[in-house]
């Protein structure tokens, strides 16, 4: 069985998806671009400024399912601009200091013209 896991802490599904579901002992996050969870506006103009965003926005969504960063086993992270690579790395690791496993992709397009965008599994606390 799954639950479901909403805050307002973070954005709103911005489609048919759940912030993030919690089966057994683990979390699945949907992906999080940086949106403010006021505003539901892109917030920051730069790879570092929309990293922390989302950051702060998947420490929300963890801390609703009864997690935490620090329990992220596994991420997937999505870049718009390979350039954005070493910036990206700066931030992340500023968040994920537990060094969880990690894929680490350029695509073209990301919703709403973010530059990055991450989503995360995680055992609960």
């Known amino acids: 069985m799954s639950t479901k896991v909403t805050t307002d802490k973070?954005?709103?599904?911005i489609g048919p998806?759940?912030?993030?579901?919690?089966?057994?002992?683990?979390?699945?996050?949907?992906?999080?671009i940086p949106l403010n969870p006021e505003?539901?506006?892109?917030?920051g103009e730069t790879i570092a400024e929309q990293t922390h965003r989302v950051c702060k926005n998947l420490d929300a969504v963890?801390?609703?399912?009864?997690?935490?960063?620090?329990?992220?086993?596994?991420t997937v992270?999505?870049?718009?601009?390979?350039?954005?690579?070493?910036?990206?790395?700066?931030?992340?690791?500023?968040?994920?200091?537990?060094?969880p496993a990690r894929s680490c992709v350029a695509v073209k397009d990301l919703p709403k013209g973010a530059l990055?965008?991450?989503?995360?599994?995680?055992e609960k606390e």
Do not use: R
């Open 10 to 13: 973070a954005p709103q599904a």
């Open 17 to 32: 998806y759940s912030q993030a579901v919690v089966t057994g002992n683990l979390v699945f996050t949907s992906g999080q």
């Open 39 to 43: 505003t539901a506006e892109l917030e």
């Open 62 to 74: 963890l801390t609703a399912a009864g997690s935490s960063l620090t329990k992220a086993v596994k």
């Open 77 to 99: 992270c999505f870049l718009s601009d390979i350039a954005d690579f070493a910036a990206f790395n700066e931030v992340y690791a500023q968040y994920f200091t537990n060094k």
């Open 116 to 122: 990055v965008e991450v989503e995360v599994i995680a």
